[in-house]
């Protein structure tokens, strides 16, 4: 008996129906109904599996020119946000798993980061610079609860005078609100809360297990007003999709008390074209096609350009359109022109070695 549900159009709290093997892989897969289940009945949701790993490096170099910062962690590897566009889901590939399901059920957290990032930081040739966590998954997804990392991880940014910049979609960036302030004093400290729209029905489709927006704009009026400053990302940018919300989110994170504000377009780099393909024709068919055309218009007919310089923003007519508009609303709201604060490096000390013996110096 064929179920006329298999596979499903979509899964509800995820962000792919697909699970692809990556483009390593040498063997395939194929799922196929065996008639285990009735005809009609549900097929159960795949469940979150959290692998812990020991990490043997935390801090990653960052040689890309697009980003404001050298230095990166990831607490965790996949992210359990799910979001529909996220160019981070290739790098599942190099796990040999997939990057379409597999990267936001099949997770990994590092749990021995905060002890690694003391051994890096202790080591004699360490120049201090800004870290930033939330370059390629998010350090307050959901498992942050359980886990706990990016907290553990802010506490040694604290004891050593480390400074840092955050990247977020999760509300969850108010637990460590009493961490957060004590490095924003000692002017250590810089957040970005990214919002793509201001639609809940739309968010909950294209970025499934993030908070919802209006949270996320009450992140970012929570922690400015506590003193830590919080910035917007309006990123990525979907023509055609969210590039609508552009003027409003400005406006409300300005409201917030957002300081400064950023944005990327949406880049569709190997295995994350034919998903995200796939995501739109489920969720938007009749603006699939178009949505797709203008990532082509924006990419030199291709649909990802690499190019440092241009793959953050894109190129071309609707590129310097959405480039105009958004320095327009920057004017309009006030926000500053640099990217963000000054952070203070000056501050730094390497961690001491635990010793039984104590330090005599």
Known sequence: ????????????????????????????????????????????????????????????????????????????????????????????????????LDFETKLFAKTNAAEQLRVELAKPGYVCTPINMGANTDPYQPIERRYRITRQLLEVFLETGQPCTIITKNALVERDLDLLVELARK???????????LDNRLSSRLEPRASAPHRRLEAIAALNAAGVPCGVMVAPIIPALTDVYLEEILERAAAAGAPVAGYTVVRLPYELKDLFDDWLRTQVPDRAEHVISLIRQMRNGKDNDARFGS?????????????????????????????????DTTQFQPPRTPSPQGQLF
């Open 187 to 197: 002017k250590l400290v810089h957040a970005f809360v990214s919002v793509t729209s």
């Open 1 to 100: 008996m064929t179920r006329s549900t298999f596979p499903p159009p979509r899964l509800k709290g995820r962000g792919a129906a697909l699970n692809p093997e990556g483009r390593f892989e040498t063997q395939t897969r194929q799922d196929f109904d065996d008639g285990w289940y009735r005809d009609g009945e549900p097929i159960p949701p795949p469940r979150t599996e959290v692998t812990e790993e020991r990490a043997r490096r935390i801090i990653s170099s960052n040689q890309s020119p697009d980003v404001p910062f050298d230095a990166s962690i990831n607490a965790y590897r996949g992210c359990e946000h799910g979001c529909a566009y996220c160019y981070a889901r290739p790098t599942h590939s190099y796990l040999n798993l997939s990057p379409g």
């Open 311 to 343: 793959r953050m923003k894109g190129e071309g007519v609707f590129a310097d359109l959405i480039r105009t508009r958004f320095r327009a609303a920057l004017r309009r709201h006030g926000y500053a022109e640099r990217r963000g604060i000054e952070l």
